[in-house]
């Protein structure tokens, strides 16, 4: 019986190469979207793991501005699309039309078809076309008049939702939240970042059709994902993923009944293995070849507010999944 061949860890150059353009993707990214570092930081941790990543806040936090500008940086076709409850699924993967001058029908791709493809409100579109989402995301592939087209590498969505306004809103199930890698909860900007805001838009830095470039293309963000896919994992650190998992699914165990009746369901392997993606990636942030249980600890709510589900019953008393995910991660020891 043959077992798997390790991967070899990269080489402190691989390391410095990849670190050099993340540097590079930062500085420019910074010079359009004011603060917002944990925005940046789960952005780019998605795109070197290869995952998606699901953004709330309300209106106006420059998250189209973010995700427009991070493709700016590495050249990569973007597409946004406005998410409404009459968006059909052809919409966003496209169809076949009708050629009036060949007699035949011809296949026009759809928006989602770019490296980087926004979906702005995503709750506002219906199940069934949310589900037209599942294939792109999961499979990274669309099927048009039962031929299969493959999508642009890399290809990353961010999706956005409103926490405000519910009307006219369907719920994300649960298989569509588990294919995004984090969710990420975009705040309010500090006065002084607000300022700045204000500052930027006088000198035209916050136009739209003003570009920022950051001397990177695909290739470099292909090499990213690469050299992450290398970057070691210890056993205890990987046993440490498998326990925190496993106690969001078993929490009466470990956090106490009083606030276990508060978890419906935990997290499900897609769990794991998002915590086993993102902290390489977080590791190549921080300039590292081996994953930390800091790594760990610093993704905690990003990997899981969306895959520990609460009851009704801890919505109506103000429990947020947060608090929870806090205690599962103190019942667990640190490796």
Known sequence: MTTPQQKTAPAEEEIARARAVLN??????????????????????????????????VPGLAKTTAASTLADTVEASFKRIQCT????????TGGQVYD?????????????????????????SSAKTQSA??????????TIGGEVHRLPDPFLVIATQNPIEQEGTYELPEAQLD????????????????????????TGALAPDHHVSADATLDDVRLMQQVASRI????AIRNYIVGLTYVTRNPGEYIGEERARYI??????????AFLQASRALALLHGRSHVIPEDIRDL?????????????????????????IDAIFQAVPTP
């Open 179 to 202: 294919r995004f890698l984090l969710k990420e909860i975009v705040k309010y900007p500090s006065p002084q970042e607000e300022f700045e805001v204000l500052e930027r838009l006088d």
């Open 232 to 235: 070691h994992v210890a056993p």
């Open 100 to 124: 009036a001058s060949t007699g035949r029908f011809r296949t026009v791709l759809g928006p989602v078809h770019a490296n980087f493809v926004l979906l702005d409100e995503i709750n506002r």
């Open 24 to 57: 590079r993707i930062s500085q420019a990214y910074s010079a359009k979207v004011v603060g917002q570092e944990q925005l940046r930081t789960s952005l780019l941790v998605a795109l070197i793991a290869g995952g998606h990543v699901l953004l709330e806040s």
């Open 85 to 92: 409850p009459d968006l059909l699924p052809s919409d966003i």
């Open 300 to 324: 905690r709510h990003l990997v899981l507010r969306h895959r520990v589900l609460l009851t009704f019953e801890a919505e109506a008393d103000g429990v947020r999944s947060e608090e929870l």
């Open 133 to 142: 989402m599942l294939e792109a995301m999961q499979e990274r592939q669309t």
């Open 264 to 273: 419906r369901y935990g997290a499900s392997p897609r769990g794991s293995i």
